[in-house]
């Protein structure tokens, strides 16, 4: 055989060779780096639970549907060992993402944070509900931990008084975070938020920060006006100051467990319940919702002043009207009955 027969042997088997590579190179690229991710929309978030395995995960991928090709993204999984490497967690997941690119981020955990937020809580019912459904710990969970008395105790709290470790804000959490982490980081928010100067007006009252929040709670039940907060806390200081019972309406809806009550009457009041101010004197037991950041600031900011009354005003704009005296009070307690009359409201 010639040189150039051999030359040209040589020249096509590495041709060959070039083709078969360039081929399984071009798969193992298309595999592995070209897009395998299609959203009806920019981004879209997976939620990965806790104790999943990587037959799970392909198990909600299918049920998402938005893989282009599960046979590529489970090759390249296999590849990158992800199987061993499954992380729970909140996955924010781009369109046109290649598998390489998503495995990168599941194996390495990077998870998005969530945003928790809570507002216009009463009971820890509704508590463990609305936050159940932001993060992964269910709401039995949650509520085992606020209703187990040696565990709260060593917060510093009871049963009726653990509201009051709540702040309503706006928090980043891990998704996948179980009821104690949520607790504990609650707790660690709640020693933040009472810092030497709260601390220091509060003492300055004669009241325990659980107390401050006792009476926040009220206070956010007769209004919404921001502005009347400060001065409805200072009516009730003064009252408290006085040994004069609150006669707080909010207290009795609470003992009912109904706050669709539009006017309290004697029958209302006659409910044996420690919640009720006006059979009961000082706060009661604890929060009857859990106060927001600027109703505790109004009543450790309270307006000093004479007022030992306020009513509704008559014209239902929100806004009350204040009284030194009882007579003056029932004056304006009347109008607004008469009020409620003329919309035929009597319960």
């Not at 999984?77 to 599941?106: C, D, E, F, T, W």
């Not at 300055?204 to 409805?232: D, P, Y």
């Not at 900011?301 to 008559?314: G, I, T, V």
Request: net charge positive; aromatic share 14%.
């Amino acid at each position: 055989m010639g040189d150039h027969k051999l030359i040209k042997i040589i020249t096509n088997l590495l041709i060959i060779i070039f083709l078969i590579v360039g081929y399984f190179g071009i798969n193992i690229y298309r595999k592995a780096y070209t897009a395998n991710v299609k959203l009806e929309k920019k981004e879209h978030y997976l939620f990965i639970p806790t104790g999943s395995s990587y037959e799970d995960v392909l198990e909600i991928f299918k049920k998402e549907n938005i893989l282009i090709n599960k046979k590529t993204f489970d090759w390249a999984a296999q590849r990158k060992n992800y199987q061993n490497h499954v992380y729970p967690g909140r996955y924010k997941i781009k369109n046109r993402m290649s598998n390489n690119q998503l495995i990168n981020m599941l194996r390495t955990g990077l998870q998005e944070p969530t945003k928790v937020t809570f507002n216009n809580i009463r009971y820890i019912d509704q508590l463990a509900k609305k936050i159940s459904m932001q993060i992964e710990a269910e709401s039995d969970s949650i509520i085992k931990f606020l209703k187990n008395k040696e565990f709260i105790e060593k917060y510093g709290f009871n049963e009726n008084t653990i509201k009051c470790m709540f702040i309503p804000n706006t928090y980043e959490f891990w998704w996948n975070t179980d009821a104690y982490g949520f607790f504990n980081r609650m707790n660690q928010e709640y020693e933040k938020f009472w810092n030497d100067s709260r601390k220091k007006k509060a003492e300055e009252l004669g009241f325990s920060r659980n107390e401050v929040s006792i009476l926040a709670s009220i206070i956010e039940e007769e209004t919404r006006k921001e502005s009347e907060k400060s001065k409805i806390a200072g009516v009730y200081i003064n009252r408290l100051n006085k040994g004069i019972r609150l006669q707080a309406d909010p207290t009795i809806k609470y003992a009912l467990e109904n706050f669709n009550i539009k006017r309290v009457v004697k029958k209302h009041l006659d409910i044996d319940s420690p919640w009720n101010t006006y059979k009961y004197a000082g706060l009661p037991p604890g929060p009857i919702r859990i106060p927001s950041i600027k109703t505790i600031d109004a009543v450790l900011n309270y307006e000093k002043h004479d007022y030992l009354y306020f009513c509704a005003k008559d014209d239902f704009s929100g806004y009350h009207v204040f009284a030194k005296t009882l007579s003056q009070h029932n004056k304006n307690a009347r109008l607004y009955q008469r009020a409620l009359n003329r919309r035929k409201i009597f319960r």
